[in-house]
Nanobody, 114 residues
């Protein structure tokens, strides 16, 4: 069964950093483009970025470019989201997903506040 377990969220002050992890199982991780999404209270879920199966092509939404970095370790079936220079507007629950598979994890909460 396809599963995603997101971790690494928490409370951080503006300007701080967090590293999220997404542990995947139940499918051949190395064959899929992976994505990070986030959903803030009262808003629709939005795509944060994506990384190709080999990790060589990465895309980001404009609001996080230059601050967030997506990477992956296919040997560990794990994807990462390094978030630097965090802003209050980054506050959301963050989810990972294989682009072509309709499964979601429980997400991990990121709160940016002083």
């Amino acid at each position: 069964q396809v599963q995603f377990v997101e971790s690494g969220g928490g409370l951080v002050q503006p300007g701080g950093s967090l590293r999220l992890s997404c542990a995947a199982s139940g499918f051949i991780f190395s064959r899929y483009t992976m994505t990070w999404y986030r959903q803030a209270p009262g808003k629709e879920r939005e795509l944060v970025g994506s990384i190709a199966s080999t990790g060589d092509i990465v895309h980001y939404v404009d609001s996080v470019k230059g601050r967030f970095t997506i990477s992956r370790d296919n040997a560990r079936s794990t994807m990462y989201l390094q978030m630097n220079s965090l802003k209050p507007e980054d506050t959301a629950k963050y989810y990972c997903k294989a682009q072509a598979l309709n499964y979601w994890g429980q997400g991990t909460q990121v709160t940016v506040s002083s």
